[in-house]
């Protein structure tokens, strides 16, 4: 999924409870289901700001000599503008983007 193209906030906002617990009519198990997907995409972003910065490295034997990448910290700063991994988790689950079950309620029916 395109991170970087995401409506979610990039700061503090109040959200409605009853529109967060409107697809499981039970706030914790939403927020747990928001918990999750939001380390989901914290996963994500991270192994991707990973394999980027990793096109920059540069690899010396050397600890006397500290190089500023420019490239490096222009990607860094980009990735740290993001929203925060909740707020993308809270926005998907807003809009009906992530998918749950409940194996337990899926039984009994």
Same mark, same amino acid.
């Given at each position: 999924?395109?991170?970087?193209?995401?409506?979610?906030? /990039? /700061?503090? &906002?109040?959200?409605?409870?009853?529109?967060?617990?409107?697809?499981?009519?039970?706030?914790?198990?939403? &927020?747990?289901?928001?918990?999750?997907?939001?380390?989901? &995409?914290?996963?994500?972003?991270? /192994?991707?700001?990973?394999?980027?910065?990793?096109?920059?490295?540069?690899?010396?034997?050397?600890?006397?000599?500290?190089?500023?990448?420019?490239?490096?910290?222009?990607?860094?700063?980009?990735?740290?503008?993001?929203?925060? /991994?909740?707020?993308?988790?809270?926005?998907?689950?807003?809009?009906?983007?992530?998918?749950?079950?409940?194996?337990?309620?899926?039984?009994?029916?």
């Amino acid at each position: 999924m395109d991170y970087k193209n995401t409506k979610a906030a /990039s /700061s503090t &906002i109040t959200y409605d409870k009853t529109k967060i617990e409107a697809p499981t009519e039970n706030i914790y198990e939403a &927020i747990t289901i928001i918990a999750k997907r939001a380390e989901q &995409i914290a996963g994500d972003l991270k /192994s991707e700001l990973i394999e980027k910065l990793e096109e920059f490295a540069t690899y010396t034997d050397s600890l006397d000599e500290v190089f500023e990448n420019k490239e490096q910290i222009e990607v860094s700063k980009f990735y740290e503008k993001l929203p925060k /991994s909740t707020a993308i988790a809270v926005e998907e689950w807003l809009e009906g983007k992530v998918y749950h079950r409940n194996p337990e309620t899926d039984i009994k029916e």
